[in-house]
């Protein structure tokens, strides 16, 4: 099937089996492994990316599923080398040890925040309930989202979400193969 | 330690490796994509016992895309038999274990046949056209019935007793004989417990690429041990040692679960020989939890004798150790290294251990985060409770009273190691203030007096372990196949900056950041001037890997060692450049100065001079680089108290824990902020024991939990914000004094957990529960039921599988 897909600003053409997950598009076909698979069922995660803005587990979508939509990944975040606030706060809480969950915990936290500006420690508990962890035991994780939450208040800084997906600048399709 | 502005070991350094991990820029071995690559699917046995009587690959062999379908037959040439390190004794059985089955399968989830495709899809495809016959045998699984050798995991031993190993305090000269104790005890406990078997869930799934270029094998493996994998696959292969490099790239955990020389390893490698390609394999979650070794699983049967007053006199420790179907790398010396820990820091007069361990039709097991000492500290945490609960004793009280003083320090215990520093009345004192036990206590007075539906309990260990995995004589004697040092080397190039190259392979502990601490503080150099390299055989050659809490222990000693060579000849050549006595030569902050004067040559001065070389004393190597390994004469010996409140609703059975205070002493602490988080997830791993995970096979030897949606781990919102604090008392067996910390958390907290749980209910009649306590056993148990109807409520989710291997 031929699908075009937005994938952190660069607008890709191509065609792909109706059954590839759109993680594995990501990763084998767009070469975006910062996105990874943790498991088979959907409990961990760590494949979270955002569509259109929320967050879904790319190991549970098709990639055709994602045609004409916006797709954005641990690797478009930052602008400008500038590390959005998210990925900062999670390096200066150290809620990171091993890193293979971090990308997917980063995604959904952005997501959490975005309906929670000022969560407190149960709300972010609860809103990362479906990404797994295995070396943090979450402390410095539920820390590290608090502490983004006040980087992002309005006034604390420069505006951090101006990369919201409605800002992505559509480029030229490079293809596939 | 070199005097500089601001120390560096001590800082709450942020980490080097995040930058990369944060942005998604990493390095899995998943990740790779060569030219030409292939991928391998591997076929799993969806039955624990049979012969193999036909596999038809025919059909298979013709999909689209599939280069190749080889099965064990393909292999038994070539494949040898995997590596066992430990035979823990001289009459050990050790049957063998081909990496992919041959004519028999021992366990649901063995390797029996692979498929080499072009992609991972078609891979997968073909393996469901491959159609193996299989003649059912019958499956061993309960650890007791294997003992009576009714039916056989592996007819050809004879027998399904693996091996028994004995350590008793009387023969070894350490203590008295434990029967003795026991006849003259006022107070004789016996218990048993179930260590549930439990499975180590890192969150990278396993995956090998393997580069046969020339007549060199570049395998990249998502591993804890490269070295020891380069030196395993050598001898298993045959291939020579020097044409094999190991590359641990990024990866993603471990907690001994990737302390393995895996058959998909080996197999990857065998098949890319074979088709003179790159292959790669990747594992979905389910093979994982299928295949890759399992932890924990004993039954601990317990006896404590002490005197009426509360002091305990005799431990004596019966254990069986469920091996499952094969032995793996140190499969039998699991519960071996729990031996010298039951007794924990109580003063026992006499001790004796047994463990037997046995082979069933399940997933073999092996290290698990502590690794026979979380065991260990369970069964005597569990004990002191129990011991407290026949006098009627605090549980506290009774620990303080029985444990090692301060001042008895270095002290040799029952089990013949020498503790060599501790101070288990400041981490306790601590660990009090902060947690707030008698306002707690007279809480759960309260809600005991009111019939409150939820009851609170206060669970108590004050654990210790021995880590820093270890004297390589030590080892020797255990007979354990290899040694316990560790190496590093120091570059010092020449513009100053530096290359620590280190046998130890991080793979989430932050090595990167605290090797370079450790280095820019010995050598006075920025802490950014420091560039970490490990993890790859061509350029660290020599490594002992990172598991048992040994890699700052033993690996950080070896590079302040190679740190203070390097400072040595930088001394000598400095006088010689400053034209003084090298006795008259000071060292601070990075530079070299002659005592009384102002004549300064920094260490970068040095540098130059030796690696121009222009002119050097008399006799003087050119270059300024240095090696050292270390070999420790002593364990190390983490210690601290936790202690856990937990709200149990006895309506429904649930737990909820309320405050969980852990106070640690792992001595020296380089980079608090890592040894904060290396607690933090320690305490959910051993919480997560207590409460939620357990690996269940059923009748037919089918892992039931064998996807995230089945085996529990914990996620955020099952787990409290924890209060972590430290006292520390310096480690006597290494420069640092440090002692290690990462698997304190796992050690200590289980026993915590299921103490509280049992605090909280004990007044209504529970006695025991089996681990994990799930709303379902705690509820049961509050309704009377016995020990055994309670142990076997399963604790797990759905209990689906996949009998394809779960291959996408």
Redo the contacts between chains.
């Keep these: 099937m031929h699908i075009s897909v937005n994938v952190d600003g660069v607008t890709y053409a191509d065609e792909v089996e109706p059954r590839l997950l759109l993680v594995h598009y990501l990763r084998e076909r767009l070469g975006k492994t910062g996105t990874v698979v943790g498991c088979d069922t959907g409990n961990c995660g760590a494949c979270t990316v955002h569509l259109d803005g929320h967050s879904v587990k790319s190991c549970q979508m098709f990639a055709v599923q994602a045609n004409g939509h916006e797709v954005t990944t641990i690797e478009g975040l930052a602008r400008d080398g500038r590390l959005h606030p998210v990925q900062e706060a999670f390096r200066t809480n150290h809620a990171l040890q091993c890193g293979f969950c971090t990308p997917g915990m980063i995604m959904q936290a952005i997501d959490l925040l975005a309906d929670e500006s000022d969560p407190d420690d149960e709300t972010v508990r609860k809103g990362l309930e479906g990404n797994l962890c295995r070396c943090t035991g979450y402390q410095n994780i539920v820390r590290a989202v608090q502490d983004a939450a006040q980087r992002m208040k309005p006034g604390a800084g420069p505006k951090m979400e101006q990369h919201s997906d409605d800002h992505v600048v559509s480029k030229q399709p490079v293809g596939g193969e | 330690m070199t005097a500089t502005a601001e120390p560096e070991v001590g800082k709450a350094r942020?980490?080097k490796?995040?930058?990369?991990?944060?942005?998604?820029?990493?390095k899995?071995t998943?990740?790779l994509?060569l030219t030409g690559m292939l991928h391998m699917a591997v076929l799993r046995s969806p039955v624990a016992h049979a012969r193999i009587r036909n596999i038809d690959c025919s059909r298979a062999t013709t999909m689209p895309g599939v280069a190749v379908v080889l099965t064990g037959e393909d292999f038994a040439a070539e494949q040898g038999s995997l590596p066992c390190a430990w035979p823990i004794t001289e009459d050990m059985k050790s049957p063998p274990a081909p990496a992919m089955a041959v004519d028999q399968v021992n366990f649901a989830g063995e390797a029996v046949a692979l498929v080499i495709a072009d992609?991972a899809?078609r891979a997968a495809d073909a393996l469901a056209a491959i159609d193996v016959d299989y003649d059912e045998l019958p499956v061993v699984l309960d650890l007791q019935e294997a003992l009576q050798d009714t039916d056989l995991v592996h007819p050809d031993l004879g027998t399904n007793k693996c091996a028994t190993w004995v350590y008793d305090s009387a023969e070894a000269g350490a203590g008295t004989n434990v029967e003795d104790e026991i006849a003259s005890a006022d107070v004789v406990l016996e218990r048993t417990f179930r260590q549930q078997r439990l499975i180590p869930?890192?969150?990278?799934?396993r995956s090998v690429v393997v580069d046969p270029n020339a007549d060199m094998f570049t395998v990249w493996s998502a591993t804890q041990i490269p070295h020891i994998l380069r030196w395993m696959l050598s001898a298993v292969t045959g291939i020579a040692e020097h044409k094999i490099r190991v590359i641990a790239p990024?990866?993603?955990?471990g907690?001994g679960g990737k302390l393995q020389v895996t058959p998909e390893e080996l197999l990857c490698l065998l098949a890319a020989r074979r088709m003179g390609r790159p292959v790669k394999w990747t594992e979905?979650?389910?093979e994982s939890m299928l295949s890759a070794h399992h932890g924990r699983d004993q039954i601990q049967k317990i006896t404590l004798s002490a005197r009426r007053d509360g002091t305990v006199t005799g431990l004596k420790v019966e254990l069986l150790a469920d091996m499952g179907a094969y032995l793996r790398l140190v499969s039998p010396g699991i519960p071996v290294l729990g031996a010298f820990m039951y007794n924990a820091i109580y003063k026992f007069a006499g001790y004796r251990f047994v463990c037997t361990n046995v082979f069933t039709n399940k997933v073999p097991t092996d290290a698990y985060r502590g690794a026979g000492r979380p065991e260990a500290t369970f069964a005597i945490e569990r004990m002191m409770d129990e011991l407290a609960a026949e006098l009627d004793m605090d549980p506290m009280k009774i620990r303080e009273m029985n444990w090692i003083k301060h001042e008895e320090f270095p002290f040799t215990t029952v089990a013949g190691l020498t503790y060599d520093s501790g101070n288990y009345e400041a981490a306790t004192a601590r660990a009090m203030e902060l947690f707030g036990y008698e306002e707690l206590r007279e809480e759960q007075s309260r809600r005991r007096t009111s019939r409150d539906p939820v009851q609170l309990g206060i669970g108590v260990s004050t654990y210790t372990e021995m880590c820093g995995l270890a004297p390589s004589r030590v080892l020797g004697a255990l007979r354990y196949a290899a040694g316990g040092w560790e190496t590093a080397s120091i570059r010092m190039l020449p513009t100053g900056k530096v290359e620590v190259i280190t046998g130890t392979s991080p793979?989430?502990?932050?090595h990167e950041t605290v090797w370079s601490q450790i280095v820019a503080d010995r050598l006075g150099v920025p802490f950014e001037d420091v560039e970490v390299l490990h993890g790859d055989t061509a350029s660290s050659h020599k490594g002992m890997d990172s598991y048992g809490s040994r890699s700052l222990a033993v690996g950080g000693t070896a590079l302040v060692h190679a740190a203070d060579k390097v400072l040595a000849k930088a001394r000598r050549l400095a006088a010689h450049m400053m034209e003084c006595d090298e006795a008259d030569v000071e060292f601070a902050s990075g530079s070299f100065s002659v005592r009384g004067t102002s004549t300064v040559r920094t260490l970068g001065d040095v540098v130059l001079a030796a690696h121009v070389a222009h002119d050097l004393p008399e006799g003087m190597e050119p270059g300024m680089d240095a090696d050292a390994t270390f070999d420790p004469d002593n364990f190390s010996f983490p210690h601290g108290t936790h202690l856990c409140a937990t709200e149990v609703d006895t309506q429904t059975g649930m737990v909820k824990i309320r405050s969980y205070v852990a106070v640690d002493d792992v001595g020296t602490v380089v980079n608090p902020?890592?040894v904060?988080?290396?607690v933090?997830?320690?305490?959910?791993?051993g919480i997560a024991q207590a409460l939620f995970e357990e690996a269940v096979h059923d009748e037919m030897g089918t892992l039931t939990t064998a996807?995230?949606?089945d085996y529990l781990?914990p996620?955020?919102?099952d787990?409290p914000?924890?209060i972590t604090d430290r006292t520390s008392t310096p480690a006597t067996s290494n420069p640092l004094g440090v002692k290690g910390v990462g698997e304190a958390?796992t050690i200590a907290s289980t026993p915590a957990v299921v103490n509280s749980v049992l605090d909280a209910v004990r007044h209504m009649g529970v006695r025991d529960i089996n681990m994990p306590l799930s709303p379902e056993r705690v509820w049961t148990a509050l309704q009377g039921g016995s020990a055994d109807d309670v142990g076997d409520v399963a604790a797990g989710g759905l209990g689906s599988i996949?009998s394809q291997g779960?291959q996408?």
């Design positions: 942020l980490r490796e995040d930058a990369r991990l944060i942005t998604g820029q990493t899995w998943d990740n994509q992609n899809y869930s890192f969150m990278e799934p990024d990866v993603g955990g907690f979905s979650r389910t793979h989430g502990q932050g902020l890592i904060d988080g290396q933090h997830g320690g305490l959910a791993q996807t995230f949606a781990v996620c955020a919102a787990l914000a924890f958390g996949d779960g996408s």
